[in-house]
């Protein structure tokens, strides 16, 4: 039987990157990533759960997100689960952590920097033929059709 471990998660930054360097020199950031839910229950009341996830970021893009991105700031994460495990030092037991290793990172919009590149740019937009009826954003990925 086969495996597919993917995963594509868009959230807020929960501090800052932290950047190090591998003994051979290899760029790795740590990341830390909230992933927001709201939905409503049975009797129409707003429910919000928050989930915090542990991104670790390699190469280029840790360099990357170390240098442009911040606390709050959104990204999204494409990569795979990875499942971490050591011994405590004051309990001995074993203990585990899963997390996300980055295959490729998107710096997305913040609210402000959106509105304000949007009305910015909108004109210069609406004049170029190729965009005219377009409904790509800022902060959005496109595959080829």
């Given at each position: 039987?086969?495996?597919f471990n993917?995963?594509t998660?868009?959230g807020n930054?929960?501090?800052?990157?932290?950047?190090?360097?591998?003994?051979?020199?290899?760029a790795?950031?740590?990341l830390?990533?909230?992933?927001?839910r709201?939905?409503?229950?049975?009797?129409?009341q707003?429910q919000?759960?928050t989930?915090f996830?542990?991104?670790?970021v390699?190469g280029?893009n840790?360099e990357n997100?170390?240098?442009?991105?911040q606390?709050?700031?959104s990204?999204?994460?494409?990569?795979?689960?990875?499942?971490?495990?050591?011994?405590?030092?004051?309990?001995?037991?074993e203990r585990?952590k899963?997390?996300?290793?980055?295959d490729?990172?998107?710096?997305?919009?913040?609210?402000?920097e959106?509105?304000?590149?949007?009305?910015q740019?909108?004109?210069r937009?609406?004049?170029?033929p190729e965009d005219r009826?377009?409904?790509?954003?800022?902060?959005?990925r496109?595959?080829a059709?």
């Amino acid at each position: 039987m086969s495996s597919f471990n993917r995963v594509t998660l868009i959230g807020n930054l929960t501090r800052n990157p932290e950047l190090r360097k591998t003994k051979t020199g290899a760029a790795v950031a740590e990341l830390g990533l909230a992933l927001n839910r709201v939905w409503n229950n049975e009797s129409g009341q707003r429910q919000e759960e928050t989930t915090f996830v542990d991104v670790t970021v390699w190469g280029r893009n840790a360099e990357n997100a170390a240098q442009y991105l911040q606390k709050g700031r959104s990204v999204l994460i494409e990569g795979r689960l990875q499942l971490e495990t050591w011994q405590d030092k004051q309990s001995g037991q074993e203990r585990s952590k899963l997390k996300v290793v980055a295959d490729a990172i998107q710096f997305l919009s913040s609210g402000q920097e959106s509105t304000a590149a949007s009305s910015q740019d909108s004109n210069r937009r609406e004049n170029r033929p190729e965009d005219r009826g377009s409904d790509r954003r800022p902060g959005r990925r496109y595959e080829a059709a």
